[in-house]
């Protein structure tokens, strides 16, 4: 169960990297256009914006990651809940898929650490 919790949580982690970097590297490129469904103008008007959302995904996924290497399960809960809520409130103001693909996999992660640490507990 520990086992499938952290590689969860990891997965959700590389997720939140590769969105850093398409919204802050790829933003403008047609690969980004294209994942994102938008024209060149649209993108070159939002590019600042992209470039800080991604910077926040950022720091989802940096603290994903330093609570795996530090063992700590409270700072796995709490950036895993901060990912369920983005994507919900990703999923109900930007496209509707977010809660999909975003908040559902932190969500079944962060129901793993949590039984995982419950069955620790006994």
């Known amino acids: 169960m520990k086992l499938m919790a952290n590689f969860l949580t990891a997965l959700v ?12 590297f790829f933003w403008n490129h047609p690969v980004g256009q294209k994942i994102f469904n938008m024209t060149p103008e649209v993108a070159e008007l939002s590019a600042t914006l992209a470039m800080n959302q991604g910077l926040y995904n950022g720091f989802l996924a940096a603290g994903l990651f330093w609570g795996l290497i530090s063992k700590r399960t409270d700072i796995k809960l709490f950036f895993l809940a901060c990912v369920v809520v983005a994507g919900i409130f990703g999923g109900l103001t930007a496209k509707f898929s977010i809660i999909f693909t975003q908040g559902l996999p932190a969500l079944v992660a962060l129901i793993l650490v949590m039984m995982a640490t419950a069955k620790d507990k006994q």
Request: net charge negative; glycine share 8%.
């Open 13 to 24: 982690a590389i997720m939140h990297v590769g969105i850093m970097v398409l919204e802050m």
